[in-house]
């Protein structure tokens, strides 16, 4: 090995040992693929042989200033030195001088310089002292495996494994357990992870406790919930924690939430690690509420919080929108021993905050993580900008981020493209979706259409956006696509491409409920009420329902939610009082009630009526009437703001003298004194 590739994998091994080499995975991932059966049962593997192409063994020649150091070196002191190495330089030292000693083809030598070569991310050669061994044994194999499928080369690892059997080498409940984890690629993962279990079963292997939690691992991964829930029942009365976490995790990827927390509340101990898995199914599933509770269990329970808790928590917050809830979980990061506030949780303190609506709190933990800033931070900044519409500082971010000798994702190009939609800059968006294979080698997924989509199409260039749609022929358009070229078919009144898509869409049975709504508003808009009643009959036909406004206000800790014409809340009489007194002020400020987006077919008298009890109007008239005069006043909303209640909003924070910041589906609007950050653009 030569200094200057000593050096280079001397440097990526001791930057962690979980690196590991891209050309090698690259040439595992192209290279043909071979079909291994062995007996004691019939399984195919079908699994691409290993490339070692590069790998080259140190020989006695090479590292010499360590002669003088392991002269005549024996095979016990050689695998004395060699146990829980980690250091590709360091490992090669000591094969140099095992093999000026010629002790190298010791089998614990030879089994102990794999096990430190696969450590130091050395892969290549691992696999090439593994081949070069005449007579390598299961275990050998073994260690082999759990390096590749630990670093995430899981067909390298099933590759060992049909090398391994076609040797005629049987596999131990270590060998299963080790690549049991490699068998997540699929409906042919899954398969191999089946014939494994079969493996297990006739080597009497099953019920081994690291092999039973392999399996259940493996079914959960697949969503097989019932296959792992039967192995699960057999690990009764004490399963291991790893398999109730699994478990967990299972039926929380299935969205069988009340199954996890029936399992959850019957653990007699449970570790952060089960929290973390019943957190996180809350979290994923749209039941943030839940989520918190929990993690305020957690504590009352004596279990101390780690990292992932604290990151599933404040994801909970961000839903929520309860910026009280936030502020208290980063009191509890800054106060803890065992959270650090590295990269992870800043990023997760960051995207809390901009969800809330408070993008200074999310500046300031930006600047605050000084040089402890990957890509992943950088992204969250982008997009809070974004959503709260400060296009330009994003697009100003994105370029601080070459500056910073970091590379964009394709998660920056999101931010940044929806930065752009949010402020209709066509030309800045046109180019950075432009750049993204021609400079970057990314290629643009189906989120980046998306955005450029919706950014031609609120800016009015509904043909252009469709014409993008048409030359799509790797990715089919999906709903969120249809929907924003409707909305703009809809907003910009080209109501002949809007309805022409409309009718492909119901053709082919594409059209979801947002489709079917817009479509109805469409017809609407022009007066043709005998198609809005067509629409709605199919909707009914269908089963689809409209998804209903609800707007939520958070005062203190206590989070109020209110739909249109709600008269549920206990200070329903002062709230409605508030809220003629605040459609009186904005009227005498020359307010028009836009009784056209009412979409039915009504009176002009019950139409104004109707938009005056809008969701967010009784959200600000309760906040009016629950906070001091001055407070900042924060509504969510579940769907996009309309019209009306946008102009209503922007004139009560200028009779008022209050900020308002709103959230709806799409971004955030701070309305202060009488404008809107969005520029009426959204």
């Known amino acids: 090995m030569s200094d200057s590739e000593e050096h280079h994998f001397e440097s990526k091994a001791d930057a962690g040992a979980s690196k590991t080499y891209p050309q090698q995975a690259g040439a595992i991932r192209k290279s043909g693929y071979i079909v291994i059966k062995n007996r004691p ?41 060699l146990a829980g190495c980690a250091s590709a330089r360091r490992a090669s030292e000591l094969h140099a001088a095992a093999v000026r000693s010629g002790v190298d083809r010791d089998k614990a030598v ?50 060992l494994l049909s090398d391994m059997l076609t040797r005629g080498l049987l596999p131990t409940s270590h060998t299963l357990s080790a690549s049991l984890p490699a068998c997540n690629g699929g409906r042919s993962g899954v398969a191999v992870g089946r014939a494994l279990h079969g493996y297990a079963v006739k080597l009497a ?35 291991h924690v790893v398999s109730v976490t699994a478990m967990l995790t299972c039926y929380a990827k299935m969205g069988a939430l009340d199954d996890a927390r029936s399992l959850f509340d019957g653990l007699p101990n449970k570790d952060f690690i ?19 509770r929990l993690f305020r269990g957690m504590l009352r329970s004596g279990v101390e919080p780690d990292e992932v808790s604290v990151v599933l928590a404040l994801s909970a917050v961000a839903q929520l ?13 800054k106060n803890s021993p065992r959270v650090r506030l590295n990269a ?39 997009n809070g900008y974004a959503m709260h519409g400060h296009s330009r500082k994003a697009v100003e971010m994105f370029n ?56 031609l199409g609120r800016a009015g260039f509904v043909e252009e956006a469709f014409e993008l749609v048409q030359s799509m022929k790797s990715i089919k358009p999906d709903a969120v696509m249809w929907v924003s070229l409707l909305a703009a078919c809809r907003l910009h009144k080209n109501m002949a491409l809007g309805q022409r898509i409309a009718d492909y869409l119901v053709a082919n049975g594409l059209a979801n409920s947002g489709m079917y709504i817009l479509l109805s508003n469409i017809y609407a808009a022009v007066g043709n009420w005998q198609e809005v009643g067509r629409v709605r009959s199919m909707m009914k036909a269908s089963g689809i329902q409209k998804e209903p406004g609800c707007s939520a206000i958070e005062i203190g800790r206590q989070v109020t939610e209110f739909v249109a014409g709600d008269t549920s809340h206990p200070r329903t009489d002062e709230i409605y009082a508030k809220l003629e007194e605040v459609n009186g002020l904005v009227k005498e400020h020359g307010h028009v009630p836009q009784t056209e987006l009412v979409l039915h077919d009504l009176d002009e008298p019950t139409k104004e009526k109707a ?29 996009r703001a309309c019209a009306d209640c946008h102009a209503v909003l922007k004139l009560v924070s200028r009779i008022t003298g209050r900020k308002i910041v709103f959230r709806d589906r799409n971004r955030f609007h701070h309305f202060v004194d009488g404008a809107c950050t969005c520029g009426d653009y959204w």
């Open 205 to 239: 292997l099953s019920g081994d406790s690291y092999v039973a939690t392999a399996l259940l691992g493996m079914y959960a991964r697949a969503g097989d919930a019932a296959a792992a829930r039967a192995l699960f029942d057999e690990m009764q009365p004490d399963p």
């Open 611 to 639: 938009l005056a009890v809008h969701s967010e109007k009784l959200a600000v008239a309760f906040g009016l009437i629950s906070t001091p005069p001055g407070a900042t006043i924060k509504i969510f909303k579940n769907l």
């Open 321 to 333: 929108g309860t910026t009280e809830s936030g502020r208290w979980l980063h009191s509890f990061v």
């Open 400 to 455: 601080q981020v070459r500056a910073q000798g970091l590379w964009p994702t394709d998660i920056t190009f999101i931010g940044v493209l929806n930065a752009c939609s949010h402020s209709g800059l066509v030309d800045e968006g046109r180019k950075f979706f432009e750049s993204m294979e021609q400079e970057y080698g990314i290629e643009p997924k189906i989120e980046h259409y998306g955005c450029m989509v919706d950014l």
């Open 110 to 159: 030879d089994f102990r310089l794999q096990r430190a070569y696969a450590a130091s991310g050395r892969l290549d050669l691992a696999v090439v002292l593994l081949r070069r061994a005449p007579d390598p044994t299961a275990v050998f194999y073994t260690s082999a495996i759990h390096a590749h499928s630990s670093r995430g080369l899981h067909l390298a690892a099933l590759a």
């Open 274 to 292: 089960c929290w973390n898995a019943m957190m996180d199914g809350y979290t994923q599933h749209g039941r943030p509420s839940e989520a918190l």
């Open 41 to 81: 049962c019939k399984i195919s593997l079908c699994c691409p042989p290993m490339s070692t192409t590069g790998a080259v063994l140190p020989s006695p020649t090479r590292h010499s200033s360590a002669g003088g150091q392991h002269a005549a070196l024996t095979a016990d002191r050689a695998a004395a030195l």
């Open 344 to 382: 992870r949780v800043g990023t997760a303190l960051i995207d809390m905050y901009y969800k809330c609506g408070s993008l200074e709190d999310a500046v300031s933990v930006f600047d605050g993580l000084n040089d402890d800033k990957d890509i992943v931070v950088w992204n969250a900044m982008i």
